[in-house]
């Protein structure tokens, strides 16, 4: 049993190396920064405590907990050019990777639901997305990622990890980790394609349908302010999913044999970095509300500023 593990990163000169360092730690505290932003306007704003918003503050919190899953430990590896880490913590940071990513699956299905609500039912939209609801949704959500994913962890953990323990990659991954056990991996293989379907068939295909319908339902709409506000309330969501899924589809569904581990890398930068570091971007550029109510703060901080100044 390895009691320790090698994390490569990115095999490249050294000054590539603290440009990567410099880029990656500005991205995690702009990621931090922005995210918590999110989390505040919402709880602090009357206006922007509906459930699309209380959704967006899920969001947030797991883009937090995945980015500092994985970030603080990149840069640990590029600093230190290959990182040491025990076999334990690579675990670890297994199972949160596992768990954030789950809940973000099935955090947009719940999120494309609400609009689906809100464009093709709005009449009965605050009767079904009350408050109580929305909760339901949230410690549903929360459960059933916990769940797959503590299934996942306790049957990866059960295996038998001989060695080598180097993994060429910058984070403890499925795929790595599978490559250092020397135990019938049959069984995880078996799991990942049950659990695929509760956490990614059904909810993509849920989105699908569901801006199917939103997208007929907009276009039933008569006139065209109509049809651009009505599309301006999902466009931001309907922005991060194309991202998210994205991501994973060229991460994991593609095939990658004959793929270099470099380029595997650099995908797997995609949903692991820079997604947390967009969904916040993503809404609060096309969302007219969070950009409305920044304005507002900033102007009433600099107006107490100013007050206390002169004062």
């Known amino acids: 049993m390895i009691s320790r593990v090698i994390l490569l990163g990115f095999e490249v000169s050294p000054l590539f190396r603290r440009i990567l360092f410099s880029l990656f730690l500005i991205i995690y505290c702009v990621t931090i920064c922005g995210n918590l932003q999110t989390i505040a306007l919402v709880s602090y704003c009357k206006s922007l405590q509906t459930p699309m918003y209380t959704f967006l503050t899920q969001l947030s919190i797991s883009d937090i907990l995945l980015s500092?899953?994985?970030?603080?430990?990149?840069?640990y590896v590029l600093l230190s050019n290959s990182g040491v880490m025990s076999f334990s913590s690579c675990i670890a940071q297994f199972y949160l990777f596992i768990l954030t990513e789950i809940y973000d699956l099935v955090l947009l299905t719940v999120m494309s639901y609400d609009r689906f609500m809100a464009i093709c039912n709005p009449l009965m939209y605050n009767t079904v997305m009350s408050h109580a609801f929305c909760v339901q949704l949230i410690v549903l959500?929360?459960?059933?990622?916990?769940?797959?994913?503590?299934?996942e962890f306790i049957t990866v953990y059960n295996l038998w990890f001989c060695g080598p323990n180097i993994i060429d990659h910058f984070f403890c991954d499925m795929e790595p980790l599978l490559n250092l056990s020397c135990s019938d991996?049959?069984?995880?293989q078996i799991e990942m394609i049950i659990f695929s379907?509760?956490?990614?068939?059904?909810?993509?295909?849920?989105?699908?349908l569901s801006y199917f319908k939103i997208i007929y339902s907009i276009l039933r709409i008569s006139s065209t302010t109509g049809r651009q506000k009505a599309f301006s309330t999902c466009s931001s969501h309907l922005a991060v999913v194309s991202l998210f899924y994205g991501t994973l589809f060229f991460t994991y569904i593609l095939p990658t044999r004959g793929q270099s581990w470099n380029l595997?890398?650099?995908?797997?930068?995609?949903?692991?970095v820079f997604t947390p570091l967009m969904n916040p971007v993503i809404y609060s550029l096309r969302n007219k509300d969070i950009k409305s109510v920044l304005v507002k703060s900033v102007h009433s901080f600099h107006s107490n500023s100013l007050s206390k100044w002169f004062s």
């Open 68 to 75: 500092s899953d994985i970030v603080p430990n990149l840069l």
């Open 141 to 151: 959500s929360w459960s059933l990622s916990i769940f797959v994913s503590l299934v």
């Open 185 to 188: 991996i049959s069984t995880v």
């Open 197 to 208: 379907i509760p956490t990614i068939i059904f909810p993509f295909g849920f989105i699908i």
């Open 264 to 272: 595997s890398k650099m995908l797997s930068l995609l949903y692991t």
